[in-house]
């Protein structure tokens, strides 16, 4: 059974840090573009941050740019995001999603998500 999970969220005050972890299972994604989705409450599901097959590529929303950074580690099938200088409107449940190709796009198909896991940002 293949499965995504999530790790690393909680309460963090306004201009804290947290990092994220997604841990993979049951195949691997070294040749997958990964990816961070967040769906904040009365919200649809955005775009965070993706990460090409090499971990070279890295993609991210305009909102988080300068103060998030996605990662992978393909030895150990697990991504992460460092997630610094956290505002109020960064609180969501941030998903981790295995997309289709090496390379991300908004068009590529995801193969699998994650449960989530909740980020609270608030004093």
């Known amino acids: 059974q293949v499965q995504l999970v999530e790790s690393g969220g909680g309460l963090v005050q306004p201009g804290g840090s947290l990092t994220l972890s997604c841990a993979a299972s049951g195949r691997t994604f070294n040749n997958n573009a990964m990816a961070w989705y967040r769906q904040a409450p009365g919200k649809e599901r955005e775009f965070v941050a993706a990460i090409n097959w090499r971990g070279i590529r890295k993609n991210y929303a305009d909102s988080v740019k300068g103060r998030f950074t996605i990662s992978r580690d393909n030895a150990k099938n697990t991504m992460n995001l460092q997630m610094n200088t956290l505002k109020p409107e960064d609180t969501a449940v941030y998903y981790c999603?295995?997309?289709?190709?090496?390379?991300?796009?908004?068009?590529?198909?995801?193969?699998?998500w994650g449960n989530g896991t909740l980020v609270t940002v608030s004093s």
């Open positions: 999603a295995a997309h289709s190709g090496g390379d991300w796009s908004r068009l590529a198909p995801v193969l699998y």
